[in-house]
């Protein structure tokens, strides 16, 4: 059984900085790609960051380029998703998820396995 579990989300004001941990369980970790997607209120989940497997090829939405970054630990079977100048459209709940081959991939429909999500608010 895979399980998702983020961490790391939280209240901050507009311009400040958090990271997000998605760690994960139940098959081979460093043998997938994995993504975050995000969802605010009244809103389709959207891509916004996707890493490969060796954590070597990265991709970002244009909304976040410039300011996340995401980063994977296979030792710890983690990945992270770091955030600077934060905006309060980047007010969302936060999915980690797990892909079903080595590739990075912003498709949601490549993801075989989500989180239950982590609440990020960004005051203005």
């Known amino acids: 059984q895979v399980q998702l579990v983020e961490s790391g989300g939280g209240l901050v004001q507009a311009g400040g900085s958090l990271r997000l941990s998605c760690a994960a369980s139940?098959?081979?970790?460093?043998?997938?790609?994995m993504g975050w997607f995000r969802q605010a209120p009244g809103k389709e989940r959207e891509f916004v960051a996707t890493?490969?497997?060796?954590?070597?090829?990265?991709y970002y939405a244009d909304s976040v380029k410039g300011r996340f970054t995401i980063s994977r630990d296979n030792a710890k079977n983690t990945v992270y998703l770091q955030m600077n100048s934060l905006k309060p459209e980047d007010t969302a709940v936060y999915y980690c998820?797990?892909?079903?081959?080595?590739?990075?991939?912003?498709?949601?429909?490549?993801?075989?396995?989500w989180g239950q999500g982590t609440q990020v608010t960004v005051s203005s």
């Open positions: 890493i490969n497997w060796t954590g070597d090829t990265t």
């Open positions: 998820a797990q892909g079903q081959g080595i590739w990075e991939t912003s498709a949601r429909r490549e993801y075989v396995y």
């Open positions: 139940g098959r081979t970790f460093g043998a997938y790609g």
